[in-house]
């Protein structure tokens, strides 16, 4: 069979990834194309875009980069009806991959459109949910929660598991001691300060400053950055030129191995960071102070941002949101997560979160759904 994958950033690239190797052992004639990263285009995806060509997050930078957002949906447009699939899978990415998704049902009708890693709804957003029911065919669900909500909603949904349980299980370098982790990279012996400010530059230019003025304050720490190897490095250097910290480049699952604490941008790295047993604070940054803060609650419907605190359904780890997220306030937080008994209690949260999301292979079991859903199908 022939599949068309679109994944928008790093973190949809690593799943995506996973989810291709799986597929390949589930059919054995698999070809692939699509947009994403290099971890997809190793598992033989020819791409038709990088994803570092098509993060732009925001009214105003997609509006600035409209020439190139209207250019990478033809290009997406054409590479799809050349390639003429028997499957689309999308992966995230919404306010492109749900255009690419009515293109094809209006112009592909028999290409089955699954969606892994679906669009946040429940959160915010609503409205996409009339072309959800229009365009996809099923929502391959990575959190256990969204099932009933997209049910409710006339959507057919399966759970899966998530994701991010068959990364750090398979991650690089597991198993790797610290003295290694110290040899290979260059960082020192002091306790690690792992600062996570996202995959696009926005989200960096927005987090990454307010995150080192606060960790400069902890002397017995280093402070270690994991960067993005799709963002240009003067990004970094331009952000960092008077601090002291390292920048380590795709490998933030080696560097949250060896962190004691994680300041951690608001997505996917704050599960992630969680499934790894780092104690953090998640932050996340816009422009518009307070009272855009305000406005947003009248449109997010959910009492939490993170991913660990929503599938926890509690007050697991702290959010520092827009107007919150300051030095001061990140400083506090950071001060609780030094005390041994936050720590603790934290990291039993931590254990239940594992439970709950179990430790069976999700890309294999979302292979597999997928093709049992596809000879459903064919056979109807």
Same mark, same amino acid.
């Given at each position: 069979?022939?599949?068309?994958?679109?994944?928008? /950033?790093?973190? %949809?690239?690593?799943?995506?990834?996973?989810?291709?190797?799986?597929?390949? $052992?589930?059919? @054995?004639? #698999?070809? +692939?194309?699509?947009?994403?990263?290099?971890?997809?285009?190793?598992?033989?995806?020819?791409?038709?875009?990088?994803?570092?060509?098509?993060?732009?997050?925001?009214?105003?930078?997609?509006?600035?980069?409209?020439?190139?957002?209207?250019?990478?949906?033809?290009?997406?447009?054409?590479?799809?009806?050349?390639?003429?699939?028997?499957?689309?899978?999308?992966?995230?990415?919404?306010?492109?991959?749900?255009?690419?998704?009515?293109?094809?049902?209006?112009?592909?009708?028999?290409?089955?459109?699954?969606?892994?890693?679906?669009?946040?709804?429940?959160?915010?957003?609503?409205?996409?949910?009339?072309?959800?029911?229009?365009?996809?065919?099923?929502?391959?669900?990575?959190?256990?929660?969204?099932?009933?909500?997209?049910?409710?909603?006339?959507?057919?949904? /399966?759970?899966? %598991?998530?994701?991010?349980?068959?990364?750090?299980?398979?991650?690089?370098? $597991?198993?790797? @001691?610290? #003295?290694? +982790?110290?040899?290979?990279?260059?960082?020192?012996?002091?306790?690690?300060?792992?600062?996570?400010?996202?995959?696009?530059?926005?989200?960096?230019?927005?987090?990454?400053?307010?995150?080192?003025?606060?960790?400069?304050?902890?002397?017995?720490?280093?402070?270690?950055?994991?960067?993005?190897?799709?963002?240009?490095?003067?990004?970094?250097?331009?952000?960092?030129?008077?601090?002291?910290?390292?920048?380590?480049?795709?490998?933030?699952?080696?560097?949250?191995?060896?962190?004691?604490?994680?300041?951690?941008?608001?997505?996917?790295?704050?599960?992630?960071?969680?499934?790894?047993?780092?104690?953090?604070?998640?932050?996340?940054?816009?422009?518009?102070?307070?009272?855009?803060?305000?406005?947003?609650?009248?449109?997010?419907?959910?009492?939490?941002?993170?991913?660990?605190?929503?599938?926890?359904?509690?007050?697991?780890?702290?959010?520092?949101?827009?107007?919150?997220?300051?030095?001061?306030?990140?400083?506090?937080?950071?001060?609780?997560?030094?005390?041994?008994?936050?720590?603790?209690?934290?990291?039993?949260?931590?254990?239940?979160?594992?439970e709950l999301l179990g430790k069976e292979s999700?890309?294999?079991?979302?292979?597999?759904?997928?093709?049992?859903?596809?000879?459903?199908n064919c056979s109807i």
């Amino acid at each position: 069979m022939k599949y068309f994958i679109i994944a928008g /950033e790093a973190s %949809g690239d690593l799943h995506a990834s996973n989810l291709i190797k799986s597929l390949k $052992k589930e059919d @054995s004639h #698999a070809s +692939f194309c699509g947009l994403g990263g290099d971890l997809m285009e190793a598992e033989g995806v020819r791409l038709v875009r990088h994803y570092r060509d098509m993060a732009f997050m925001g009214f105003i930078p997609v509006l600035l980069h409209a020439k190139t957002v209207l250019g990478n949906i033809r290009s997406c447009k054409e590479a799809v009806t050349n390639f003429a699939p028997d499957v689309l899978i999308l992966v995230d990415y919404p306010s492109f991959n749900l255009k690419i998704a009515q293109f094809v049902k209006e112009n592909m009708p028999n290409v089955a459109v699954y969606y892994y890693i679906s669009p946040k709804l429940w959160a915010w957003k609503e409205y996409r949910l009339k072309s959800m029911k229009r365009y996809i065919d099923k929502v391959f669900s990575i959190l256990p929660f969204e099932v009933e909500w997209f049910r409710e909603r006339g959507l057919e949904v /399966e759970y899966v %598991g998530n994701p991010c349980v068959d990364a750090i299980e398979n991650r690089p370098h $597991k198993g790797e @001691s610290r #003295a290694e +982790f110290e040899a290979r990279t260059g960082v020192d012996n002091r306790p690690i300060l792992a600062l996570l400010a996202g995959s696009r530059v926005q989200e960096i230019k927005g987090s990454l400053p307010i995150m080192l003025e606060s960790a400069i304050r902890y002397k017995d720490y280093q402070i270690v950055i994991a960067g993005v190897k799709s963002i240009d490095s003067s990004l970094y250097q331009q952000i960092t030129k008077n601090y002291d910290a390292k920048v380590i480049y795709n490998e933030t699952y080696e560097l949250l191995q060896q962190a004691d604490l994680a300041v951690v941008t608001s997505g996917t790295a704050t599960l992630e960071t969680a499934l790894m047993r780092v104690p953090e604070v998640v932050v996340y940054k816009m422009s518009g102070g307070w009272l855009f803060h305000r406005f947003l609650e009248l449109f997010i419907r959910v009492p939490y941002i993170s991913l660990v605190n929503l599938i926890a359904n509690k007050w697991l780890v702290q959010e520092l949101v827009i107007e919150e997220f300051t030095v001061e306030r990140l400083s506090k937080e950071i001060d609780k997560l030094r005390d041994i008994e936050c720590r603790k209690e934290m990291l039993k949260g931590y254990d239940e979160l594992i439970e709950l999301l179990g430790k069976e292979s999700v890309s294999d079991r979302a292979a597999r759904a997928m093709m049992l859903q596809y000879k459903k199908n064919c056979s109807i």
